[in-house]
């Protein structure tokens, strides 16, 4: 709801999706947002006050919910979506012999945050490579628990969020959402995921140079959705189904 009202409704820029204060909140997802709610049923269409500690879809307790393990939160899963949902980056399996007994084991006393944690659980070169794409941006979302709530310390030791994205530095999720929002490779990867949807395949070879276009197009136009839909529909690739092999020599 929240992603229809901004990007189609509003018509809105779709980097602010990740900063925005706009939110729908029902009566019990109040407290978990620490929000009041005045309708008993239904959605109501709220927004974060100033300094709130919500900003944007990152912050959401939905995304959290689908990307944590059960009863505790994943900063590699969370990273590992971002990376590859919303930047259309590869993140390699993990190795099937990986151990995730010392991460899995949130009562420790030496270890008491998932930071701690995963830094002894990556440190093998096996699990290095990929954990240094998906944690850095993970961890700056430990804030918030498994199922989205707000916190500020775990198994009474003090988060740390701060990280960095892709050269950018952050202190909290705050500026991470802000790092996000800029990031070069965001627009481009909503292209892909739209043009891939509405075609119902992968681009084909020849095709970059099109989604290349329809990304500058994007970006022309502030990157509002409802033109780029609209040069989606009038492509060539939306009309038309390429054929993967030549035609037989008569």
Same mark, same amino acid.
């Given at each position: 709801?929240?992603?229809?009202?901004?990007?189609?409704?509003?018509?809105?820029?779709?980097?602010?999706?990740?900063?925005?204060?706009?939110?729908?909140?029902?009566?019990?997802?109040?407290?978990?947002?620490?929000?009041?709610?005045?309708?008993?049923?239904?959605?109501?269409?709220?927004?974060?006050?100033?300094?709130?500690?919500?900003?944007?879809? #990152?912050?959401?307790?939905?995304?959290?919910?689908?990307?944590?393990?059960?009863?505790?939160?994943?900063?590699?899963?969370?990273?590992?979506?971002?990376?590859?949902?919303?930047?259309?980056?590869?993140?390699?399996?993990?190795?099937?012999?990986?151990?995730?007994?010392?991460?899995?084991?949130?009562?420790?006393?030496?270890?008491?945050?998932?930071?701690?944690?995963?830094?002894?659980?990556?440190?093998?070169?096996?699990?290095?490579?990929?954990? #240094?794409?998906?944690?850095?941006?993970?961890?700056?979302?430990?804030?918030?628990?498994?199922?989205?709530?707000?916190?500020?310390?775990?198994?009474?030791?003090?988060?740390?969020?701060?990280?960095?994205?892709?050269?950018?530095?952050?202190?909290?999720?705050?500026?991470?959402?802000?790092?996000?929002?800029?990031?070069?490779?965001?627009?481009?990867?909503?292209?892909?995921?739209?043009?891939?949807?509405?075609?119902?395949?992968?681009?084909?070879?020849?095709?970059?140079?099109?989604?290349?276009? #329809?990304?500058?197009?994007?970006?022309?136009?502030?990157?509002?959705?409802?033109?780029? #839909?609209?040069?989606?529909?009038?492509?060539?690739?939306?009309?038309?189904?390429?054929?993967?092999?030549?035609?037989?020599?008569?």
């Amino acid at each position: 709801a929240v992603i229809e009202l901004h990007l189609l409704a509003r018509g809105l820029p779709y980097p602010e999706l990740f900063t925005t204060r706009q939110t729908y909140l029902t009566r019990s997802l109040g407290p978990i947002y620490a929000m009041p709610v005045r309708s008993a049923t239904g959605w109501e269409d709220s927004e974060f006050p100033v300094g709130h500690v919500r900003t944007g879809l #990152l912050s959401h307790a939905s995304f959290h919910i689908l990307h944590s393990h059960p009863g505790r939160s994943s900063p590699t899963l969370r990273g590992q979506f971002i990376r590859e949902a919303l930047l259309c980056q590869t993140v390699p399996p993990a190795p099937a012999d990986v151990e995730f007994a010392l991460f899995n084991d949130d009562q420790n006393e030496e270890l008491r945050t998932a930071r701690e944690r995963l830094a002894v659980h990556s440190s093998s070169g096996s699990c290095r490579s990929c954990h #240094l794409m998906t944690d850095p941006i993970g961890l700056g979302l430990e804030n918030f628990d498994g199922i989205g709530r707000y916190r500020t310390r775990e198994n009474d030791a003090v988060i740390d969020t701060s990280g960095d994205l892709d050269g950018v530095a952050f202190q909290d999720h705050v500026e991470m959402a802000t790092a996000f929002a800029d990031h070069p490779k965001l627009g481009p990867c909503l292209v892909e995921n739209l043009y891939r949807y509405a075609v119902g395949r992968e681009e084909v070879e020849g095709e970059q140079s099109l989604l290349l276009r #329809l990304s500058d197009q994007f970006q022309d136009e502030d990157y509002r959705i409802r033109p780029l #839909l609209r040069a989606i529909v009038l492509s060539d690739g939306f009309t038309t189904a390429p054929s993967r092999n030549p035609p037989a020599q008569v």
